[in-house]
């Protein structure tokens, strides 16, 4: 049992550290106006990058796909409810699959 808690407590260490430590020392440095653009917008480029090779394997035809995924975008767009979004993107796949 204690090595199991000196385990948790070491990988926390080696987690946290490294976090830490450029934060302390980089505190006070002011970053160009770009670059700090640039990093406002990385995490949006990196979810992006997740979700759409997700969404053209999802279902067993492409176009199905995309057709989900361009409803459920649009009504992202549309700034609706996130459920709205997931089942509007659903139907769109449906809808696609029964009827073309």
Known sequence: MISLFLLVLAMALVTYVPRLVPLLWLRELKLPP??????????????????????LYSTSSLSSALAGGVFATMLALLRVNLMLVVLGGILGVYVVETFI
């Open 34 to 55: 770009l670059l700090k653009r640039f990093l406002l917008f990385t995490p949006y480029a990196v979810l992006a990058s997740l979700i759409f090779p997700g969404i």
